[in-house]
């Protein structure tokens, strides 16, 4: 019954590689979210998807790009891995695009590029 | 863009003892104001929000205060559990960047028994 899921939990991985994280939730949802945690614990949002359109697109390298097949998936694919890209990617839900409602953040995934 | 200040960036007190944590936002059409804790190694959840037509909330141990005038916000967590040490997050919802949450850089709370 896990809410919001993703995997793999752990990626290990070298540099120039591309790889992918899935999520899905099954809430309901119609808003799904990307977050990136660094070493320093900061977590800063790095996509959006609302019925499939994505809403937001901060200052992410487009190495990184969101797909999202359903309303219920919202997978990351990161192109040509750098070492700086090594954190800890959160997946999360809410119930309507706006934020006025809680998010549900599903396990991480933690990525180390060697 | 919107901009949320949080101090202090650690936090350490007696068990028993209150805390609190205080954030600072930029975007006056914020209108969100959600609490996330996060232990060590697990997902950030929501523990308390405010909206902007309320000045206070509480929870049991936890309350949150709202000063839109000042525009700041602050978390108080009274009669500290060790269970209570973890990250605590502040966001403010984006106001005019379609409402995406930007987060306060978190505060690490040690609560020693």
């Known amino acids: 019954d896990t809410a919001v899921s993703q995997t793999p939990k752990y990626l290990v991985t070298q540099m120039g590689n591309d790889k992918s994280i899935k999520c899905e939730q099954n809430?309901?949802?119609?808003?799904m979210y990307w977050y990136k945690q660094d070493s320093k614990k900061f977590l800063k949002i790095m996509f959006s998807?609302?019925?499939?359109?994505?809403?937001i697109n901060e200052t992410v390298p487009n190495r990184f790009s969101p797909k999202s097949p359903d309303k219920a998936h919202l997978n990351l694919h990161i192109n040509s891995l750098e070492l700086g890209d090594s954190a800890v990617y959160f997946c999360?839900?809410?119930?309507?695009?706006?934020?006025?409602?809680?998010?549900?953040f599903g396990p991480g995934t933690r990525l180390t590029v060697t | 863009g919107e901009n949320v200040e949080q101090h202090p960036s650690t936090l350490s007190v007696q068990e028993g003892d209150s805390a609190v944590i205080k954030c600072t936002y930029s975007?006056?059409?914020?209108?969100?104001f959600p609490w996330y804790k996060q232990e060590l190694g697990k997902r950030p959840q929501l523990i308390i929000d405010?909206?902007?037509?309320?000045g206070e909330k509480k929870d049991q141990r936890i309350a949150v205060t709202l000063n839109k005038t000042a525009k700041h916000f602050s978390l108080h967590i009274t009669e500290t559990q060790p269970e209570d040490s973890a990250v605590y997050f502040c966001?403010?919802?984006?106001?005019?960047?379609?409402?995406?949450?930007?987060f306060g850089k978190g505060t690490k709370l040690s609560v020693k028994p």
């Open positions: 999360a839900s809410s119930q309507q695009g706006l934020p006025s409602y809680e998010q549900y």
């Open positions: 809430l309901g949802h119609d808003t």
């Open positions: 998807y609302n019925n499939k359109e994505l809403i």
């Open positions: 975007d006056s059409a914020s209108n969100y």
């Open positions: 405010i909206r902007s037509n309320v």
């Open positions: 966001a403010a919802s984006g106001g005019g960047s379609q409402g995406n949450l930007i």
